[in-house]
């Protein structure tokens, strides 16, 4: 029930988002300019993207070999792109996390190992995200009025630096770990020190790590140019370096669980920030929207994928999983 609310709440707020965005929009301007978009350029930054996402898989792959036995390349893509499906198309933050820990870990039941192993993907990724969108702040401040761009990319950073220090200590794990045992939270307990064992044997792998952050830097500049190709066959003329800025921000805005996975909420973004620096409205939902539907189409096999994988008894599983991860 309380999931049903929140859906609903999400549902409301991307409605609001979409009405705020379209009351002032000139609709034939904007059909004009989605017309206009050249079709090959589009083609190139879809596959662009799934170039991204193939990089993605081979650093999740990376990153599991010292904590569990690993998958083949193709395993682990038909894993990813479900996971890819539900992030997508479901309305929650985690599901598609929750899924992929749950059947890379199911062959060897190592399921704290499999989380870590996608948590850290996941945070080498927003690493890569940071250390782009901080050095481009420092090469060309971006000031848009009304909001902190600078300030957010900036303090986004510190709490996601200062979060990943808590994680490597084991002093401060442990110090969690007598604190859910006195509350008697054992099972939790168990739980947080099955996962930071997992996270101090990946520490004893540096080579890795460095790799993992060097792969998504690599990643991260292809996202980014998607946004820039896609930006160029609408014929907008947006210095690639604003981009390395502005995306970012974007991204961690669409991340605020207030909307259906960011949908409303990234639009909305696009048209703030590409507004500012005199991009019209239309032009900028249109770059936002199109950059969502070749997200949402790179998730179609993913739901194909799923019929061969969909288990009563797994869905179940996941459902524990994902609740116990809240």
Not at 98 to 103: A, G, H, N, T
Not at 148 to 171: G, Q, T, Y
Not at 254 to 259: A, N, R
Request: aromatic fraction near 12%; charge should be positive.
């Amino acid at each position: 029930m309380k999931g049903r609310l929140g859906a609903l709440i999400k549902a409301a707020v991307t409605l609001l988002l979409f009405y705020l965005l379209f009351r002032k929009m000139d609709f034939r301007q904007l059909g004009a300019t989605m017309a206009g978009a050249r079709l090959v350029m589009l083609l190139a930054a879809f596959l662009l993207l799934w170039v991204a996402h193939f990089i993605c898989i081979f650093r999740w792959r990376m990153l599991m070999r010292p904590l569990m036995p690993t998958f083949s390349v193709r395993r682990l893509f038909e894993i990813y792109c479900i996971g890819l499906f539900f992030n997508l198309t479901f309305p929650t933050a985690v599901g598609g996390d929750v899924v992929k820990i749950y059947y890379a870990g199911k062959p060897s039941r190592l399921f704290a190992q499999s989380f870590a192993a996608t948590f850290l993907d996941r945070d080498a990724g927003m690493l890569a995200m940071m250390i782009i969108a901080g050095t481009a702040t420092l090469v060309m401040p971006v000031h848009v009025a009304g909001i902190p761009v600078v300030f957010l990319v900036w303090i986004s950073f510190a709490a996601f630096i200062a979060v990943n220090i808590v994680i490597f200590m084991p002093s401060l794990h442990r110090l969690l770990t007598r604190i859910l045992h006195r509350v008697r939270l054992s099972k939790t307990a168990g739980r947080v020190d099955a996962i930071s064992s997992a996270f101090q044997v990946m520490g004893r792998h540096p080579a890795i790590l460095l790799y993992a952050l060097l792969i998504s830097l690599i990643n991260q500049f292809l996202v980014l140019t998607v946004s820039w190709v896609t930006a160029k066959a609408l014929d907008l003329d947006v210095a690639f370096l604003y981009f390395l800025v502005v995306i970012p921000v974007i991204t961690l805005i669409s991340m605020i669980p207030i909307s259906l996975n960011g949908y409303g909420l990234r639009e909305y973004a696009f048209v703030s920030l590409f507004t500012a620096i005199g991009v019209t409205r239309e032009s900028a939902f249109a770059l936002g929207i199109i950059g969502s539907v070749m997200i949402l189409l790179s998730a179609v096999p993913g739901g194909m994928l799923y019929m061969f994988f969909r288990n009563r008894d797994d869905m179940r599983q996941m459902a524990v999983m994902e609740t116990e991860l809240r």
